[in-house]
């Protein structure tokens, strides 16, 4: 059983609901998420989802059991909406945190929120906010992990056994993802937003390198990663020009 006990949180994970196989943690937490007997950092986990969601309406498909699949509940956190990509933001530091730890190899976030190394996908992050007038009230954070799987679909997913070959203590590294993600959920709080958005691109991927991209409008083009806007969209300088891309407007070659 997956059990985020003796964690050094003030509420994160404090309180918990872990089922051997779940459609999706997140839409379980979206039916929690209202229930005033539900406290701040609750955290739904599962053994076996069956039916994960990524970004965009993809899937996110792990085998049973090797894996992190979960979902944390925070509420009341009055977050302006014009923040709400720091929520990506301190969820894909607290992975690449928790990484940095166990991984010997380089590990980079892709813009919005994914988690890469060696160019292969290692995690995945889908966050739902409630909003109620300009502020974000609640916010659900979804998190995939490849922990302990040998075997994927397809070439561009890795694991963290796959990159060190040795197997990891999920209970342990489902702790440390989730006192980071409180660490820096805090800073948000006490809106260090500077600071957290220096940490995100510090290590986003291909920061101030030339790659090949494609957008619905400008079709394939050679653009280089500036940064983020204030609203999280990419920074791209494209020749002499910066162009800002909102999601499903850039993808990568």
Known sequence: MLNPGQLKTLFTG??????????????????????????????????????????????????????????VIYKNIELP??????????????????????????????WPNDIYCNQNKIAGILIKNYVRGSQIINSIIGIGLNVNQEKFATDKAT???????????????????????????LKLQRNENKVLKALYLQNLFLIDQYHQFESPNLGSFKGKIQGIDSLGNLEVLIGDRLQTFGLKEISYR
């Not at 943690?25 to 701040?40: G, H, Q």
């Not at 739904?44 to 969601?53: E, S, Y």
Request: include cysteine; glycine fraction near 6%; charged fraction near 15%.
């Open 14 to 71: 404090r309180h918990f609901l872990f089922l051997p196989t779940c459609h999706s943690t997140n839409s379980l937490a979206e039916e929690l998420v209202s229930n005033d007997s539900i406290p701040n950092g609750y955290v739904v986990i599962t053994a076996n989802q069956t039916a994960g969601r990524g970004q965009f309406g993809n899937t996110w498909e792990v085998d049973p059991g090797v894996n992190l699949t979960f979902s």
């Open 159 to 185: 694991s963290m056994l796959l990159l060190e070959g040795k197997e990891f203590e999920l209970n342990e590294v489902l702790n440390s993802v989730l006192e980071n993600l409180e660490f820096y959920f």
């Open 81 to 110: 909406v014009r923040d709400q990509f720091f929520l990506n933001i301190i969820t894909s530091l607290a992975v690449y945190q928790t990484l940095q730890v166990y991984v010997s190899k380089k590990i980079v976030v892709k």
